[in-house]
Structure formats: structure tokens, C-alpha cells
């Protein structure tokens, strides 16, 4: 058996792999033998690397979660036989698929590293080279006892290592467009890649075990000042809701307006989960702190603390997909399942 590091490298779409139709202009996917011509630096790192790729490829706006079960089975399915997982998605959505990875793919301990690129990688200046090759890098990358360094769901992009499930989409024409507000960089890829280890989860050689299943049935609703009674009824009368990421002001604040008070209190009554996420992108909830918090605790309102929308819309698809109870979602929401929120 060859001591090369393996990877296995999935291509799922996403400006990455886009090339432009001369006719219309749009950038459109192509052939994932194509992306590898365009990238001989690869076979120098000398490992064996093998790649899958949806067919067709896909703008990762048109992800869903049945793209993410297909994603976990070929992770599981070839788990034993590769040291890693690269997986190439367009940027737009990449924070939600790294987010439902992460808690799809229980007791990894194998690095799975998302990347993608703002500029196609047939372009002069494209970010994609140096994004792929340093994931690549980072996937294969094991301590002195062979042991990964990473063995978490990261998104790899322009410098930086971060936790999938941390992760938000802040710049569509930077090439920095994601950000961990909340938790620092698992590495920084310079001259070296600067691993920060004590920030790094390990699972301790835990078992894999993929989930194939989420629930839709849940939704976000952003309050702004003049929100409108209809609006928010509507939204919590949506048949089969299950769960409601309330995206507040600040700390956790919503208007001190009673007929709000009420219509979350009758849902988290009927059993619908309701997490309280800031529309700040850092720091955490605390309701305790102003009167305008208060009254979403009394409504039955949960602290989602200083986790990403992204992160806790998949968390509540992925709690109510393995059909557990609203109590017990309740119970799990505000825990860590896997580093996704730092619970004071
Ligand atoms: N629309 C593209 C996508 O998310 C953008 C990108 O790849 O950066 O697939």
C-alpha cells in the first residue's frame, strides 16, 4: 500500500470550474477534466488524488439538501479509503453546505475542506489556483503521529482556514468573502500554513456516523423597525413550520410590540423551536440585557448565542431530519454540537 497521502477531490460547480458561452456571455460550468489542465501544479505535491463530480455541475444557488446527502454519501462511502475531502462550490451558498456538513457527518475525524473561487480558474487572475492547491495541501496535512491536523468541515479561502460552521459570505467581488466573526482561523496559509492548533476540534478518533436527513420545514424572518403584525402571523402560520431563525437588533432585541409577544408565544407554544440570531454578524445574543430581550425569553424564545444563520437554520434541519422531539431539538439548539456556538 503506497504511503501517498489520498485525496479525494469533489467538483460540485460554482464559478471555480466556469468558463464563458461567447454567445451569451454568461459564465457557465464546464468539464471537470478541463479544471485539472488548468492545474498541473497538483501532481506535484506527488499524492494521489482522486476526483468525482456532479453531473451536471452546478451554481451553487441551486444547492439543496438532497445535494448535501449526496455529499455525505461520498464522503462515507469512500471514508476509509482517503485521508481527505476537497470540495469545490461556488461561493454563494458554501457557508450553508459547510454549516450542514458539519453536522451531517457526526464524529469526523477526517479534514473536509470547501473552497471555490470570485474568478473563474482559466482567468490570468484567478483566486481559484491558490485556493485549491492550499486546501489540497491542508487536507493531506497529518502530525508527526499521522494523525489529521484538521479533522473538521473548513472553508479554505484566500488565506485563510476557517470552520465551516462559522463561516458568512461577506464580499461578492473580493477575493477575502468569508469571515468567522465569531471564532478565530483554524490556520493561516502565508510562506507556511500557521495551524492554531488549540482552536482545532478533534473528535478523538471517534466514529463516523453521515445523516442523510434533513427537514425544510423551517424558516428565518428578519424583524426591522416597522415590521408589520400581518407579516410575522403569516410567517408563524406556515403549515408544518417546525422551526424559526428570528434574525434581532443587536444582543437579541426585538420592538416591544405585544401582539409580537403573543404570536411568538402561541408558536413556541404549538411547538415550533424559535432561535434568537443577531442580524450582527458579531458577538452573541444575551436577551437578558434590555427589556426588548426580556420579552422574547417570557415568549418561549431560545438563545442561539453567537451562532451564524446559516449555521442554525441547518442545525434545526438537521435536528428535526433525525426526528427528534421539539424539546429535545430545544435541548440539543442550545448546546454545541460541533464548535458552532460558544455557550457562555
Ligand atoms: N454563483 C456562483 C456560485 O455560488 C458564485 C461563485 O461560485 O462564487 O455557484
Keep these: ?200 476540534h478533534h473528535n478523538g478518533g471517534s466514529r463516523l456516523t453521515p445523516h442523510f436527513c434533513m427537514d425544510s420545514n423551517v424558516t428565518a424572518l428578519q424583524i426591522f423597525p416597522g415590521i408589520t403584525e400581518q407579516v410575522v402571523a403569516t410567517v408563524l402560520s406556515t403549515s408544518n413550520l417546525k422551526g424559526l431563525v428570528l434574525k434581532t437588533f443587536g444582543s437579541g432585541n426585538a420592538p416591544r410590540k405585544e401582539w409580537l409577544r403573543q404570536l411568538l408565544k402561541q408558536a413556541t407554544g404549538r411547538g415550533i423551536v424559535v432561535v434568537n440570531i443577531s442580524q450582527c454578524l458579531a458577538g452573541s445574543v444575551n436577551m437578558q440585557r434590555y427589556e426588548t430581550g426580556q420579552q422574547l425569553i417570557a415568549a418561549g424564545v431560545l438563545s442561539g448565542y453567537d451562532c451564524t444563520a446559516e449555521a442554525a437554520l441547518t442545525k434545526l434541519m438537521f435536528l428535526f431530519g433525525k426526528g427528534l422531539s421539539a424539546e429535545e431539538v430545544k435541548a440539543q439548539m442550545v448546546k454545541s454540537l460541533c464548535g458552532e456556538i460558544t455557550v457562555a
Design 1 to 200: 500500500m503506497s504511503n501517498k497521502p489520498s485525496i479525494l477531490m469533489i467538483y460540485t460547480g460554482g464559478t471555480i470550474g466556469m468558463v464563458q458561452n461567447p454567445t451569451t456571455g454568461a459564465l457557465e460550468p464546464f468539464k471537470f477534466e478541463q479544471l485539472m489542465e488548468n492545474l498541473p501544479e497538483l501532481k506535484r505535491f506527488g499524492f494521489d488524488i482522486a476526483t468525482v463530480q456532479f453531473s451536471p455541475p452546478i451554481d451553487s444557488s441551486d444547492m439543496d439538501p438532497s445535494h448535501w446527502e449526496l455529499l455525505v454519501k461520498i464522503i462515507s462511502e469512500g471514508y476509509d479509503k482517503y485521508d481527505g475531502f476537497v470540495i469545490l462550490h461556488g461561493t454563494d451558498t458554501m457557508s450553508y453546505t459547510a454549516s450542514a456538513l458539519s453536522f451531517m457527518l457526526e464524529g469526523l475525524s477526517k479534514p473536509v475542506i470547501l473552497t471555490g473561487s470570485q474568478l473563474p480558474i482559466g482567468m490570468i487572475r484567478t483566486d481559484g489556483k491558490e485556493n485549491l492547491i492550499t486546501a489540497v495541501e491542508i487536507a493531506a496535512a497529518k502530525n508527526s503521529k499521522g494523525e489529521p491536523l484538521v479533522p473538521e468541515v473548513c472553508i479554505f479561502f484566500e488565506n485563510h482556514l476557517i470552520r465551516g460552521n462559522r463561516t458568512t459570505k461577506v464580499n461578492a467581488e473580493n477575493f477575502n468573502a468569508f469571515r468567522s466573526y465569531n471564532y478565530p482561523p483554524l490556520a493561516t496559509a502565508g510562506v507556511s500554513i500557521r495551524y492554531n492548533e488549540q482552536h482545532i
